[in-house]
């Protein structure tokens, strides 16, 4: 088995997500690293999760942490091979690390779009995988810019998917794939993966 696109599930702060995904072959999973985000990954707990799962990238996802102190505390951490910001000034100051970049921008309207595309060149000669957030929706014009940007740069859409629209969205953009949100488990060792597996199963294409 395997997925028909490359998929992320982000803020992953439970096993059952973590042994989920990994089950149905996503590609990257992305843990909070920010001791004031709800989802925060102790380095102890990263490694109980990672020790569980196999064949899965693992992303350090970052909201506001400086550099500097983004590459100390992965210095307690074995096992990521992305980082995940959101600033963009942040950019160049992790360009030559040993780490992938996945930059994550919120869109709150389209024309922010238009501003992405403008630098599409640069994200691409960086390696910079752009992922796109927000609350729009994926009508013909976004989907448009969308395309747009996708077709001179890495992007991922991680807004407005669902398991009706997301083969759609695979054959009228050039994306890389899509990201998707791991979520609390209702208990330890239950969780309602209804949407999540609803897309996820979608995606499902035969060997």
Not at 8 to 18: F, G, P
Not at 99 to 128: N, P, Q
């Amino acid at each position: 088995m395997a997925l028909r696109t490359f998929v992320k599930i982000s803020s992953v702060n439970n096993l059952s997500d973590a042994r989920y995904c990994a089950g149905m072959y996503v590609n990257v999973m992305g843990f909070a690293l920010e001791q004031n985000d709800s989802n925060y990954i102790s380095p102890q707990k990263f490694k109980v999760l990672s020790d569980w799962v196999s064949g899965v990238e693992f992303v350090a996802e970052f909201k506001n942490s400086h550099p500097e102190n983004i590459l100390t505390t992965l210095q307690d951490y074995e096992g990521f091979t992305f980082i995940q910001i959101e600033e963009e000034a942040h950019l160049q100051m992790l360009l030559n690390t040993n780490y992938g970049l996945i930059w994550k921008v919120e869109l709150e309207k389209i024309e922010r779009l238009d501003e992405v595309i403008m630098m599409a060149e640069s994200l691409k000669d960086g390696g910079i995988v752009v992922l796109l957030e927000g609350d729009l929706s994926l009508d013909q014009s976004v989907k448009a810019k969308i395309n747009e940007l996708s077709s001179k740069c890495d992007v991922l859409v991680g807004f407005d998917i669902t398991a009706e629209n997301v083969n759609e969205l695979l054959e009228e953009t050039q994306i890389k794939g899509i990201a998707l949100k791991g979520g609390d488990e209702i208990k330890p060792g239950i969780k309602d993966f209804d949407e999540l597996a609803d897309i996820l199963e979608t995606l499902e294409v035969e060997d």
